[in-house]
């Protein structure tokens, strides 16, 4: 609270002079009663506390002595210095203590509104403490509630209810705040527990985030898209129009190979630094305007990258894929063989295997169930039906049938044939028969 240029009277004041103004004012000098000035001469005068010219009034230009009903218009009430260097008892009714939170200062009432040194300001209704602004606009709980808390264990910020005692706030806990997580950081809070916090612009509803925690970025997250309430969701796009919602992880990246973005699985029960489980991320490969997608994962604490996908789009399992291969499956564990399971419905699970090169280093095919791959391929080319180590081109072990089909040239009829040797390894058949329907065989014994 400052004092008004017309507070007081010029008959109330004595040997003073109005420290807003300055002496090179005349329309104010000539309006005043200069005699009334210790020593001033009736004409007016040339110079004030030695100083001459456009002389502005400074602080200790007079004590508060020879203020009599009047204040320093230079200084507010909230100046301590100052208004303990007055004698307070000047200003009428004020009392002699002299403090900011003097009595005269704690019960000021209005019509609408309240000022208290103890409980602050109130606005439409009585001040509350505990709050520096207090303010509701009707006798309906319609509040805005300004604080500062000095508790270590409280919390200053700015609170607003609305007609049906919703309310909602911005606060800095303190640093002994119930809420651990909460202290000495600033928060958001939809206070009931069915509120939610919207995010609007353009007066369109743009990010919600429900009392349950679920997030709707372009939607209000009130339809989960598989109806598990147990789980926290993050719903991005419109769920009621034809647009699309997008995700964009992105970096500034100069060089290759560059980290651009990743999403991150992580369990927070482990107790190392690492909490990830699994990660899907990005890297420039090339050049910065090509792109790898890799897998990652962890297994008993051991991460590596599991699958990619390179920027010409073969795929890679367990490595980076050769630059040929659309898909390349790679074991990078020592000794390790690189599987794939093929399996039709509530059919037998066929395997294809790669052995490792200090395991054979052969190509086979079996079924799960057997004992040993069905087809072995040696390395050198060796074919072998039956056995593991094929020692020729073709090398057949247990009963076999060897069959083909030809044209005769001399005859354009097709011709099928068949060698066999029975399971005794006794004899060897040979069969041929003509599309005529005639048929040729001879059996050799083999002992």
């Not at 609305?162 to 206070?191: E, F, K, L, P, Q």
């Amino acid at each position: 609270m400052v004092a008004g240029l017309y507070d007081y009277t010029a008959a109330q004041v004595f040997n003073a002079v109005d420290v807003t103004q300055s002496y090179a004012n005349p329309a104010w000098i000539t309006s005043l009663a200069w005699s009334k000035i210790s020593g001033a001469p009736a004409t007016g005068v040339s110079s004030v506390f030695g100083r001459s010219g456009a002389v502005i009034a400074q602080t200790g230009d007079y004590t508060a002595a020879q203020v009599t009903n009047a204040v320093n218009t230079l200084s507010s009430y909230s100046d301590p210095s100052w208004i303990s260097s007055l004698s307070w008892f000047k200003i009428t009714g004020a009392p002699s203590i002299g403090s900011y939170q003097s009595p005269w200062l704690q019960d000021i009432n209005g019509s609408n509104w309240s000022l208290s040194s103890v409980k602050g300001i109130g606005i439409g209704a009585n001040a509350v403490a505990g709050y520096g602004i207090y303010c509701t606009m009707n006798s309906v709980a319609n509040e805005i509630a300004l604080f500062r808390n000095t508790n270590a264990g409280g919390a200053g910020g700015f609170v607003v209810q609305n007609d049906g005692s919703h309310s909602g706030n911005i606060m800095c806990a303190g640093s002994t705040y119930v809420n651990t997580a909460w202290r000495n950081n600033t928060v958001i809070n939809a206070g009931g527990t069915t509120d939610s916090l919207i995010l609007a612009t353009n007066s369109v509803e743009r990010v919600t985030i429900t009392s349950g925690g679920n997030v709707g970025i372009g939607n209000n997250a009130s339809v989960l898209p598989d109806g598990n309430t147990t789980n926290r969701h993050l719903i991005v796009g419109p769920t009621g129009a034809s647009t699309a919602g997008e995700i964009t992880v992105c970096a500034n990246a100069t060089t290759t190979p560059t980290s651009v973005g990743a999403f991150n699985f992580a369990n927070y029960n482990l107790a190392g630094t690492s909490k990830l489980i699994a990660s899907i991320y990005t890297v420039t490969s090339g050049s910065v305007d090509s792109g790898d997608m890799c897998f990652w994962t962890a297994n008993t604490g051991s991460g590596a990258e599991r699958m990619r996908i390179a920027a010409n789009g073969n795929v890679g399992i367990g490595g980076t894929p050769a630059s040929w291969a659309n898909l390349h499956i790679y074991n990078p564990s020592t000794g390790g063989d690189s599987n794939l399971a093929i399996q039709g419905n509530s059919g037998s699970l066929w395997y294809i295997t790669a052995q490792a090169g200090t395991s054979g280093n052969r190509f086979q095919i079996g079924v799960i169930g057997i004992s040993n791959p069905i087809v072995n391929i040696a390395n050198n080319g060796n074919f072998g039906l039956g056995t593991t180590n094929p020692q020729a081109p073709l090398h057949c072990v247990g009963g076999t049938i060897l069959g083909g089909y030809y044209v005769d040239p001399s005859v354009l009829s097709p011709v099928t044939w068949t060698a066999q040797i029975d399971e005794g390894g006794n004899q060897l058949y040979i069969r041929v028969k003509y599309s005529s329907g005639i048929v040729k065989a001879v059996a050799l014994p083999l002992t």
